[in-house]
């Protein structure tokens, strides 16, 4: 358990026992999510660290102070409850943070690191928040407003002094776009079907996206003849054809294709089911043999 106090571990273990989907098919998240590791949780082969499960205990304990707060103020805060509603034959559960009835603002928690949202609200958590926001309005709630809040684990004060983009504070609230409803059931009734495909036929690896695996490129390496390492490297051969050019002595060089690697950072690190999936098994067979 890397050392970890029991009492920690023991911590992490009761806040994961409080997780309940309820009696459902699929949850949000897990519909958002990749069918091969919602089957292969299914089939009981998930194995995590507790280690790995720190910042959720950080998140979880977040939570449950900012639903204390919350039951202050009653009549105007909604705080962690699972609504459920059936879509195509599935029945498809979801449970919110907060919702402030008084500005009608359905608003999901987020405890993240800051390039998390680096680019914005990333694409599978506006999803998450607009699939729960149509099963909420099927049960006659409306909002106005779907916002995401981040509590930043990474905060550092001393680097506010430093950078125009960086945030004023370890805590921001991002805007998320609202789907029409129509749109919100046609990309459930679409993850619902690649779902339902999987535990009947079979899961498909991971996409490169799914993987969190940047796309293969090509790039184009100026490098003296002989030498062992590039003297330049560019996105296109027309730019590094226009550097070489550029050389004092452009003969002594040579443009070189290579395409990038990249690696799927969720097999390697992040995934529960990576030991139980010939692809997760693949890619530790590869690092291992690059260490061997």
């Not at 720190?54 to 449950?64: E, N, R, T």
Request: hydrophobic letters at 35%.
């Amino acid at each position: 358990m890397n050392g970890l106090p029991d009492l920690i571990v023991s911590a992490v273990e009761e806040s994961n026992s409080l997780y309940d989907k309820g009696k459902c098919d699929i949850s949000i998240t897990e519909m958002i999510g990749p069918p091969r590791i919602s089957v292969l949780k299914r089939e009981g082969k998930a194995k995590s660290d507790v280690a790995d499960s720190l910042f959720a205990l950080q998140g979880s304990a977040m939570h449950s102070i900012i639903e204390l707060a919350a039951n202050r103020e009653p009549g105007r805060y909604l705080s962690e409850e699972r609504y459920f509603q059936e879509i195509d034959g599935w029945i498809v559960s979801g449970q919110y943070d907060l919702i402030d009835c008084k500005e009608h603002i359905l608003a999901d928690l987020k405890f993240a690191g800051i390039t998390t949202y680096k680019y914005g609200v990333k694409p599978e958590y506006v999803a998450q928040l607009n699939c729960l926001a149509y099963i909420l309005r099927q049960h006659d709630f409306t909002f106005k407003k779907l916002q995401s809040w981040a509590m930043y684990r990474d905060f550092s004060k001393m680097k506010t002094l430093f950078g125009a983009d960086y945030p004023e504070c370890g805590f921001e609230v991002h805007s998320v776009e609202m789907w029409t409803d129509a749109k919100c059931l046609s990309f459930m009734q679409e993850r619902i079907a690649l779902h339902r495909d999987a535990r009947e036929n079979g899961s498909e690896p991971c996409s490169r996206s799914e993987r969190f695996q940047k796309p293969e490129a090509t790039e184009y390496c100026i490098q003296k003849k002989g030498a062992k390492k590039p003297y330049r490297v560019k996105d296109s051969r027309e730019i590094a054809e226009e550097f070489k050019n550029s050389l004092k002595k452009p003969d002594d060089y040579e443009i070189i294709e290579r395409q990038t690697k990249s690696e799927p950072v969720r097999c390697a690190l992040y995934c529960d089911v990576a030991a139980s999936c010939d692809f997760g098994q693949q890619v530790f067979a590869e690092k291992q043999a690059q260490h061997t």
